[in-house]
């Protein structure tokens, strides 16, 4: 094969190459901090559901598994996590929210259900250094359920500080291995709660 031949074939198959993976990203959701940037201006409500569940992180050692675009499963092993929520299956959340949640009464919804017998889910709001709602604790059922809970978010120390908020959710593991189901999250704010 003579010089030009080749050259010229190495170029269109590069270009081939480039192409296809610019068309196959194009079709993956943007996968990282979970902004309300896309959602009403007054950044009442942030729902992270479809393909957006894949800003998940892993954290410790659980398993993710997006399924359909539309069911992100999380699965556990006993003893695999910690009780720290960064170092767990989390959301975070981008500056945006981080701001906006500032000082408010904060409802989190986890609409979510389980395949084991007896299964269980905890989740926790964690504002980093100033600190979180801890683990709150929801038994599940095979068919899907809105479980909620309420977190009196703290003032951000700093104005110009961005510490990261985090959004944790794990299974819980008695023994073996555990899985729960995600369909979707809320997170809605509430207003400013009093100061006491």
């Not at 909620?148 to 703290?154: A, I, K, L, Q």
Request: glycine content about 12%.
């Amino acid at each position: 094969m003579n010089d030009r031949l080749f050259f010229a074939l190495a170029f269109g198959v590069t270009l081939a190459m480039v192409g296809s993976s610019m068309v196959i990203g194009s079709r993956r959701p943007q996968c990282g901090p979970v902004g309300g940037a896309d959602g009403p201006a007054d950044y009442s409500t942030a729902t992270i559901s479809g393909r957006d569940l894949c800003r998940m992180v892993a954290g410790g050692e659980a398993q993710l598994d997006l399924r359909d675009d539309s069911v992100l499963k999380i699965t556990a092993i006993v003893g695999a996590l910690g009780d720290n929520p960064q170092g767990n299956p989390h959301f975070t959340l981008a500056a945006d929210l981080e701001v906006a949640y500032s000082g408010q009464n904060l409802t989190v919804t986890v609409t979510a259900r389980s395949r084991d017998e007896g299964g269980a889910f905890e989740a926790n709001y964690s504002t980093g250094n100033a600190g979180n709602s801890g683990w709150r604790r929801f038994d599940l059922t095979p068919e899907w359920q809105a479980y909620t809970f309420e977190y009196r978010v703290p003032e951000r120390l700093l104005q110009d500080a961005v510490a990261y908020d985090y959004l944790a959710i794990r299974p819980v593991v008695p023994f073996g291995s555990r899985s729960v189901e995600i369909k979707a999250v809320e997170l809605r704010r509430n207003g400013l709660w009093a100061k006491g």
